[in-house]
Nanobody, 123 residues
Framework: VQLVESGGGLVQPGGSLRLSCAAS????????VGWFRQAPGKEREGVAA???????SYADSVKGRFTISVDNAKTVLYLQMNSLKPEDTAVYYC???????????????????WGQGTQVTVS
């Protein structure tokens, strides 16, 4: 199983980026997956998650600005990021998440597989 992110880069405040996470060895059908980020000196945090039923959840800090989705073939996970702020600067990781009690939580401790990360800089 391998998750490979792409789409990071440098963007001005107010701009947009779309991150992609291509899966090999699995599909995203019926699994809980999400996006996490880690800024320098801070703990890794869950940004958004989507489970097999297309139920989504977002951190309060990104609600209304970020959108998580999966393509129709269930092989690419996306994170559309709009109205970016300097505080969104971080390394972003896609991840497969193990369900807890049947639910899909954005908790780093529940991640079973990480991607390698992609840098997003808003400046």
């Amino acid at each position: 199983v391998q998750l490979v992110e792409s789409g990071g880069g440098l963007v001005q405040p107010g701009g947009s980026l779309r991150l992609s996470c291509a899966a090999s060895g699995i599909t995203y059908s019926g699994v809980c997956v999400g996006w996490f980020r880690q800024a320098p000196g801070k703990e890794r945090e869950g940004v958004a998650a989507i489970d097999g039923d297309d139920v989504v959840s977002y951190a309060d800090s990104v609600k209304g600005r970020f959108t998580i989705s999966v393509d129709n073939a269930k092989t690419v996970l996306y994170l559309q990021m709009n109205s970016l702020k300097p505080e969104d600067t971080a390394v972003y990781y896609c991840a497969r998440i193990s369900r807890s009690g049947g639910s899909c939580y954005r908790r780093p401790t529940l991640v079973s597989r990480w991607g390698q990360g992609t840098q997003v800089t808003v400046s």
